[in-house]
């Protein structure tokens, strides 16, 4: 003997999920996007507060050399933010250079640079900042 089959009726639960799967996908897949988007904002937030510091301990390594004023390591700390990143990220920094005597005498350049980091979505600007400084001991001249 076979089972017997009800057909089912327009009311039916079945039929009141139907497109659920559609909806849920959509949903699911809006996560994953912003979470996405959120772990690679964080990579290039990372990156670029790198790239800074690196520049700002170049620029004052620059400065540094006794031929040099140690004004220019400001100019070349943004110089080298832009070739590694963009120069739409180094327009966005601000870096000064001085003069500084430590605690044991010595003259040391000193190159601070802060701005903010652009952001992955265009519309919400500049939130992220970077400040960073960066040393080098000044050469007898």
Known sequence: MQPRTTPLLAGSQRDGERGAAVVEFVFVSVLVVV????????????????????????GARFAANADVPSSAGA?????????????????GLVCSSV???DASGLTLVVVRCSGAVPTL?????????VEVTGRAVEEAR
């Open 75 to 91: 100019d070349r700390a943004v110089a080298v933010v832009a070739r590694a990143t963009s120069p739409r990220t180094a327009e």
């Open 99 to 101: 003069e500084e005597v």
């Open 35 to 58: 979470l996405l988007l959120a772990v690679l904002q964080v990579a290039v937030y990372v990156h670029v507060r790198n790239v800074v510091t690196a520049s700002a301990q170049d």
């Open 121 to 129: 979505l265009a519309g919400l600007g500049s939130l992220l900042p």
